[in-house]
């Protein structure tokens, strides 16, 4: 981290030229991210420097998370009672992903090139079901002309909770419910300006983590875009781990969780009983 930093400030310093080839360098003020009792959120600062910056140029900084598969499905009515159905898998979703630019998104670059480079929420959550696509869904292309916008489980088909087959706009629905999901509890997160340009070709982004905060190993990605195309970009690593009672309880629940199991059950038995003799006693 130190060395980009210094670099950074060697970058602040060089002549900036309209032919100088563009670049970027960038870093965390913080490496490690530790997850106490008390732990209610934390706020995480990029800096960062440009080559060759110009008036044209704006700046995006995408913090992801470690990946999780997901099981999204629809709630049904059925007989008058609400039921869960029509399961989709997503593989190795982001946990955390947030996204600071200089200016709002969809002035730096149009949906096309977004898609390209995977930047962006929308942009993200459709790469991860195009990837999944082979195991869920058949071409279009080999489904009848009436019905090119219909998709076919496949790898699920037996799943008798599984429709026949499935819209393209239901798979849209999925994802809409995926991105509901992290908004609510702050894991997905947009921040439209969130990054500053300074003087010198000089740039901040602050990034705010919830108190939920994932664990695991994080990856900041720092895009330069120059006429509504990524024309450089860097990336720095973050960890996010447990630290006292909490990461003792948290290694204990997954290196012995058969234990950790057993010892949850004792504890809820002994809180019982001694809530018992308080009663009694009065």
Same mark, same amino acid.
């Given at each position: 981290?130190?060395?980009? =930093?210094?670099? /950074?400030?060697?970058l602040?310093?060089?002549?900036?030229?309209a032919t100088e080839?563009? #670049?970027?360098? %960038?870093a965390?003020?913080q490496?490690t991210?530790?997850?106490r009792?008390?732990f209610?959120? /934390?706020?995480?600062?990029l800096? &960062?420097a440009t080559r #060759?910056?110009?008036?044209r $140029?704006e700046?995006?900084?995408?913090?992801r998370?470690? &990946?999780? +598969? =997901?099981r999204?499905?629809q709630?049904?009515r059925?007989?008058?009672?609400?039921?869960?159905a029509?399961?989709?898998?997503? $593989? +190795?979703?982001?946990?955390?992903?947030?996204?600071a630019t *200089?200016?709002p998104?969809?002035?730096?670059?149009?949906?096309?090139?977004?898609?390209? *480079?995977?930047?962006g929420?929308?942009?993200?959550l459709?790469?991860?079901?195009?990837?999944?696509?082979?195991?869920?869904l058949? *071409? /279009?292309s080999t489904l009848p002309?009436?019905?090119? +916008?219909?998709?076919q489980?496949?790898a699920?088909a037996?799943d008798h909770?599984? !429709?026949?087959?499935?819209?393209?706009?239901?798979? %849209? $629905?999925?994802? /809409?419910a995926?991105?509901?999901?992290?908004?609510r509890d702050n894991?997905?997160?947009?921040?439209?300006? &969130?990054?500053e340009i300074?003087?010198?070709?000089l740039?901040?982004?602050?990034?705010?983590? !919830?108190p939920?905060?994932?664990?695991g190993?994080?990856v900041a990605?720092?895009?330069?875009?120059? $006429?509504?195309?990524p024309?450089?970009?860097r990336?720095?690593?973050?960890?996010v781990?447990?630290?006292g009672?909490?990461? @003792?309880? @948290?290694e @204990?629940?997954? +290196?012995?969780?058969?234990?950790?199991? =057993? @010892?949850?059950v004792?504890?809820?038995?002994?809180? &019982?009983?001694?809530?018992?003799?308080?009663?009694?006693?009065?």
């Amino acid at each position: 981290m130190l060395t980009s =930093l210094l670099l /950074a400030i060697a970058l602040q310093g060089q002549p900036q030229i309209a032919t100088e080839a563009p #670049g970027i360098v %960038a870093a965390l003020t913080q490496e490690t991210v530790e997850i106490r009792e008390d732990f209610d959120g /934390a706020e995480l600062v990029l800096y &960062g420097a440009t080559r #060759g910056l110009t008036i044209r $140029d704006e700046i995006v900084v995408v913090l992801r998370g470690p &990946g999780r +598969d =997901l099981r999204v499905m629809q709630k049904r009515r059925t007989f008058g009672i609400w039921i869960n159905a029509a399961p989709l898998e997503f $593989d +190795d979703v982001p946990s955390y992903y947030a996204i600071a630019t *200089s200016l709002p998104l969809d002035t730096i670059a149009g949906p096309d090139e977004l898609a390209r *480079s995977g930047v962006g929420l929308q942009a993200m959550l459709e790469a991860n079901a195009a990837a999944m696509a082979p195991s869920w869904l058949l *071409s /279009a292309s080999t489904l009848p002309a009436e019905t090119a +916008d219909v998709l076919q489980p496949a790898a699920v088909a037996d799943d008798h909770d599984v !429709p026949a087959l499935i819209r393209r706009d239901e798979v %849209a $629905d999925y994802l /809409a419910a995926i991105a509901r999901s992290g908004r609510r509890d702050n894991t997905f997160a947009e921040a439209q300006r &969130g990054v500053e340009i300074l003087d010198g070709g000089l740039f901040r982004a602050t990034i705010a983590l !919830p108190p939920l905060t994932p664990v695991g190993n994080y990856v900041a990605e720092v895009y330069l875009f120059r $006429d509504g195309r990524p024309i450089a970009s860097r990336s720095a690593s973050l960890r996010v781990e447990k630290a006292g009672i909490e990461r @003792f309880f @948290f290694e @204990f629940a997954h +290196d012995l969780p058969a234990l950790y199991g =057993l @010892f949850c059950v004792l504890m809820a038995m002994l809180a &019982g009983y001694l809530a018992n003799l308080a009663f009694n006693r009065r």
